[in-house]
T-cell receptor, first 114, second 111 residues
Framework: NAGVTQTPKFRILKIGQSMTLQCAQD?????MYWYRQDPGMGLKLIYY???????DKGEVPNGYNVSRSTTEDFPLRLELAAPSQTSVYFC?????????????FGNGTRLTVT | AQSVTQLDSQVPVFEEAPVELRCNYS??????LFWYVQYPNQGLQLLLK??????LVKGINGFEAEFNKSQTSFHLRKPSVHISDTAEYFC?????????FGAGTTVTVRA
């Protein structure tokens, strides 16, 4: 049982490049989330999904896009990378609304934009 | 909307000493409260949660937290820490689909 798998672990992008951060879970969870973690700021929610075909914005969605074509996968797309997007990105999933079901996190993707 | 304040950004502590990590929240409605732990180069793991009932919540690895509604606090404690407790700890609050996380407290345990 792999849980939540994120790829790649590390990536360096030049300003203006695009990339997709991959996230897959094998727990049949309906709810999936993307967070970014910056030093001293905790985690900020970028986008979330309550099921296949349904996505919604979180606190900091600008500069990102997501899709949820299957229950298992929830990729995060950066179209025009900017230095402000340098961060550690975490994908998470849960069986229900995160009010009463714990989040299962991946190990993160460390992204540097130069 | 809710918010979470972790009052200490860094907590150094000696092995076998007790530790307390402070968390205050603000919300106009009832909330669920969580503590997550992040070990170096890993994602977050749930340490414990408060949904309702007893205000003293026990979690994994000997941690416990106490919910105090009048003080809107949810402080985390461990009576005797180990080197392996070195990690970053996050308090989080939710009353809807979305969690709000505190800024985190880094605990460094020294021998």
């Amino acid at each position: 049982n792999a849980g939540v798998t994120q790829t790649p672990k590390f990536r360096i992008l030049k300003i203006g490049q695009s990339m997709t951060l991959q996230c897959a879970q094998d727990m049949n969870h309906n709810y999936m989330y993307w967070y970014r973690q910056d030093p001293g700021m905790g985690l900020k929610l970028i986008y979330y999904s309550v099921g296949a075909g349904i996505t919604d914005k979180g606190e900091v969605p600008n500069g990102y896009n997501v899709s949820r074509s299957t229950t298992e996968d929830f990729p995060l797309r950066l179209e025009l990378a900017a230095p402000s997007q340098t961060s550690v990105y975490f994908c998470a999933s849960s069986w229900g609304p995160d009010g009463n079901s714990p989040l299962h996190f991946g190990n993160g993707t460390r992204l540097t934009v130069t | 909307a809710q918010s979470v304040t972790q009052l200490d950004s860094q907590v150094p502590v000696f092995e076998e000493a007790p530790v307390e990590l402070r968390c205050n929240y603000s919300s106009s409605v009832s909330v669920y409260l969580f503590w997550y732990v992040q070990y170096p180069n890993q994602g977050l793991q749930l340490l414990l949660k408060y949904l309702s009932g007893s205000t003293l919540v026990k979690g994994i690895n000997g941690f416990e937290a106490e919910f105090n509604k009048s003080q809107t606090s949810f402080h985390l404690r461990k009576p005797s820490v180990h080197i392996s407790d070195t990690a970053e700890y996050f308090c989080a609050v939710s009353n809807d689909y979305k969690l709000s996380f505190g800024a985190g407290t880094t605990v460094t345990v020294r021998a």
